[in-house]
C-alpha cells in the first residue's frame, strides 16, 4: 500500500489527539492511532520530522511525567465559568501568538534562502562568551 504524505490538516489532528491523549504515550500508539484515523500508519520517523507533532508530543511526554498540579474545587460555578472562560481566552491569544510567530518564521526562512543562507548555517551553535576575560 503506498503511503501518502501527512497534509496540514493531518498535523493539526495529530496535535489535537495528543493534546487529549489519555494513558501510556508512545510514538508506536500514535502511529496506531493515526493508522486507525487516516487509513494508513504513518512512521515515527514521519511524525518525528513534523514539529508541531515533535513538540506536542514531548510536551505531552512531559506533562504526564510530571503530572497534573493539583487544583482547588472552585467554590462555585460562576467562578469556575469564569476561570474557563480566563483559560480558553489565554489559549486563543496563544493560538494567535503562535501563527503570527510562524508566519514571522516562514518570512524569515523565505528571507534567508532567497540571500543563500543554508539551514547548517542558522542552526550553527551561538559563539561561547568567555566572561572571565579582563578585556
Given amino acids: 500500500m503506498a503511503h501518502r504524505h501527512l497534509t496540514n490538516h493531518d498535523i493539526l489532528v495529530l496535535v489535537d489527539l495528543i493534546d487529549a491523549w489519555e494513558g501510556r504515550l508512545t510514538w ?39 503530572g497534573p498540579t493539583p487544583s482547588r474545587r472552585p467554590s462555585s460555578l460562576s467562578y469556575a465559568e469564569q476561570k474557563i472562560r480566563k483559560l ?39 559563539p561561547v562568551i568567555d566572561r572571565d576575560s579582563s578585556e
Avoid at 511524525?47 to 513538540?55: D, E, F, R
Avoid at 510567530?101 to 543563500?116: D, S, T, V
Fill in 88 to 126: 480558553e481566552s489565554e489559549v486563543e491569544r496563544h493560538k494567535h501568538e503562535n501563527e503570527r510567530l510562524i508566519e514571522r518564521f516562514i518570512r524569515w526562512q523565505y528571507n534567508a534562502q532567497k540571500r543563500g543562507i543554508t539551514k547548517a548555517m542558522l542552526d550553527e551553535h551561538l
Fill in 28 to 66: 508506536d500508539s500514535l502511529c496506531d492511532r493515526a493508522g486507525e484515523m487516516f487509513g494508513f500508519r504513518p512512521t515515527r520517523q514521519t511524525l518525528n520530522a513534523h514539529l508541531a507533532v515533535k513538540s506536542a508530543f514531548d510536551a505531552k511526554k512531559n506533562y504526564l511525567k510530571e
